[in-house]
């Protein structure tokens, strides 16, 4: 049933409408006025105006069906249709469980190429930089994911290195496309050099500009100088965990989740790190796994495992805590994505 939910997608087709007819008018002024083509050949414009105007009664259909309060239901089943693919192509009328044949294949070499795209923009293998290392694991639930996880290695030796971690509402391609998004917004400001608070403020009102209003991410940035301390700035992220000496420390966030409000402001909490200390960060998908009794992971779980581990290189804390995890959910369906990433000073 067509509800508030799709006004966006409402406004959207009918903008796309008129671009459609505009497009059909230019086309239709190029044809008339085109002469010497060859004999029998197509007028100008001849191999596009079909194909418009194919997606014009599409368009059309998909506002009718807001007309008659139908949108977003399958044509078939009359459940509602996901609305991530909404997002990706407000003109779907079907649900994933009953997609043609043709649509099927289209959707799987689709999920092929967004899961390639994705792997090639996730940091590559482990990373030692100075006085610190970094391991990661980072597993999407489906064939692509929404977290976002990367690694900025010092420009020059003895540099900053910035760890980032987020989670971008929604889920499936149009949550990875946005993530890639994401990602983008946050290397290109990192060039400025500019303070890790101005970082998150200007990644915010540009996330603002460029996403829709119900979508938003939660994200860590996390830079660690060379002389041991670390500046923590979290976005509505879940804590990341620091484990200094016998002592641990959680992080809240000190603002909201980017894309809310794009005058949100952000502050930064710093801590300083002796060799051997470590900081563990995560995504939600960690601390609310349930277990088939449907208890929760949660933060003290993860926690005691950081203290009990603060021996441990970065890998072999990831690959710890990857083992508890598993052991925790044994029999339990995976349900969200999974990214970890673990600092340590050397």
């Not at 930064?268 to 995504?283: E, I, K, P």
Request: glycine share 10%; charged share 25%; hydrophobic share 40%.
């Amino acid at each position: 049933m067509a509800d508030a939910r799709y006004a966006q997608f409402r406004d959207s087709l009918i903008d796309r409408r008129r671009r459609l007819e505009a497009a059909v008018e230019t086309i239709h002024g190029s044809s008339g006025a085109a002469t010497g083509t060859a004999a029998g050949g197509p007028p100008a414009g001849g191999a596009e105006a079909p194909s418009i105007a194919r997606l014009l009664e599409e368009v059309d259909a998909a506002l009718r069906r807001f007309e008659d309060g139908s949108y977003g239901s399958c044509a078939t089943c009359h459940e509602d249709i996901e609305p991530d693919r909404l997002l990706v192509d407000p003109l779907v009328c079907n649900c994933l469980d009953h997609l043609t044949p043709q649509e099927r294949r289209s959707l799987e070499m689709d999920l092929d190429l967004a899961s390639r795209v994705q792997g090639g923009l996730l940091p590559q293998g482990d990373v030692r930089a100075g006085s610190w290392e970094v391991a990661h694991h980072y597993e999407p639930a489906g064939s692509v994911s929404g977290d976002y996880c990367d690694v900025l290695p010092p420009r020059n030796p003895g540099g900053d290195l910035l760890l980032l971690i987020g989670d971008v509402s929604g889920k499936g391609v149009a949550a990875s496309m946005q993530m890639a998004g994401l990602r983008a917004i946050v290397r290109t400001l990192v060039e400025s050099s500019m303070p890790l608070e101005a970082l998150a403020q200007r990644a915010n009102r540009l996330f603002c500009e460029g996403t829709l209003p119900s979508h938003y991410a939660t994200l860590a940035l996390v830079r660690a100088a060379g002389d041991g301390t670390l500046e923590i700035c979290n976005a509505g992220h879940p804590a990341p965990i620091v484990s200094r000496g016998a002592g641990i420390e959680t992080f809240d966030a000190t603002g909201l989740p980017l894309g809310l409000f794009s005058s949100a402001e952000y502050t930064v909490r710093r801590v300083a790190l002796q060799r051997g200390d470590v900081a563990l960060l995560y995504s939600d998908g960690l601390i609310e796994a349930r277990d088939r009794h449907d208890a929760e992971y949660g933060v003290d779980r993860i926690a005691g495992l950081v203290r009990r581990s603060r021996d441990l290189s970065a890998r072999s804390l990831v690959d710890a805590t990857l083992r508890d995890f598993t052991d925790f959910r044994r029999g339990a369906p995976r349900t969200d994505d999974l990214t970890l990433m673990a600092l340590r000073r050397l």
